[in-house]
């Protein structure tokens, strides 16, 4: 077990270096001067010079790249071009509602998805299970952005049971924090739902026909047991799989999420670097969003060893 998580730990460090080799090269596959699209129509050349230099775009790609890649390893993701800021710092400032918009939705989801998943497998073909299976379509079909809005406009506006867009530090109290939280978690889960209770169902399906689902059951096993401790046990790892994939989905709805409830977390400041061609906020956001991907399939390779013991790599 211990040979097994240092290799998966190991092999984690030439894709941490891969990802940090495209994200950095994102400044130079932009077309053109990027100093000059991000100084302005109106810039003057000494400005447009004046970028470059605090880009380091003046020098060969090389030294740039281990010269940004120790200051990423150090801690420090260079400096907005707009604001002057840190991009630590700014990530700092943004991190909480990105934060509690991914964990709130991955707990909500695994908590509605997996039951849900479970019960259709188990009434395969009847009525429940089709609506089950129809309500997974669409919420894959439904847009993050439409769901959204479609729920601000009922909840918020009609009902008035929950504000509309805005944010409350979860340091001003839980219930306030969670109240703005609602519609956002429940716009960006809708398709993790649906992702999570098909992959659910299919993995029961195949686990509910084994032979030691007939012995326990033959055994007397009750019902619940047989679903919940020995098929759903068993499935595990297709799911927990399923479940630290789909975090990208998590972070792309996070950003189109963040937009439509005004949320200041790490999605809504992508955006607005994005439309201020802001670089080196847009290399750090990426970077951080890449390294949570990679670390949160890390982790989901480790729990193999833990949920199924005969896993050997």
């Known amino acids: 077990m211990g040979s097994y998580i240092l290799k998966r730990i190991l092999a984690t460090i030439p894709v941490i270096g891969i990802v940090a080799l495209i994200v950095f090269s994102l400044l130079f596959l932009t077309p053109g001067d990027p100093a000059a699209v991000m100084a302005g129509d109106q810039a003057t050349p000494e400005q447009i010079a004046s970028i470059r230099q605090s880009l380091g775009l003046d020098q060969p790609f ?3 790249f281990l010269t940004w890649a120790g200051n990423v390893l150090s801690g420090d993701l260079g400096s907005s071009v707009f604001t002057r800021q840190p991009v630590t710092t ?4 943004r991190i909480e509602p990105t934060l509690s918009l991914m964990v709130l939705t991955i707990g909500f989801a695994v908590l509605v998805a997996v039951p849900i ?3 259709a497998a188990y009434r395969q073909n009847s009525l429940l299970d089709n609506v089950i299976m129809a309500g997974a379509v669409l919420g894959f079909s439904v847009p993050v952005f439409v769901l959204g809005y479609l729920l ?3 909840l918020a506006q009609k009902l008035q049971l929950l504000p509309v867009q805005g ?6 109290g839980v219930w306030p924090w969670l109240r703005h939280m609602i519609l956002p978690v429940l716009s960006v889960s809708g398709v993790y739902i649906a992702l999570i209770a098909r992959i659910t169902r299919t993995t029961m399906l195949e686990v509910l026909n084994q032979d030691y689902i007939r012995t326990a059951r033959a055994k007397g096993a009750g019902e619940l047991a047989v679903l919940f401790l020995h098929a759903l046990r068993n499935g595990s790892v297709q799911i927990v799989t399923v479940i630290g994939l789909g975090v990208a989905l998590l972070i792309g709805g996070a950003v189109v999420t963040e937009s439509v409830f005004s949320l200041p977390g790490l999605g809504r400041l992508t955006v607005d670097a994005i439309l201020q061609r802001d670089y080196p906020v847009i290399q750090g956001v990426i970077l951080l969003f890449s390294l949570v991907y990679v670390l949160v399939n890390l982790l989901v390779d480790l729990s193999y060893v833990l949920l199924d013991p005969r896993i050997r790599y």
């Open 62 to 64: 090389v030294p740039r």
């Open 152 to 154: 601000a406009w009922i």
């Open 167 to 172: 944010y409350r530090p979860i340091a001003e």
């Open 117 to 119: 998943g479970v019960v």
């Open 90 to 93: 700014m990530i700092g400032q």
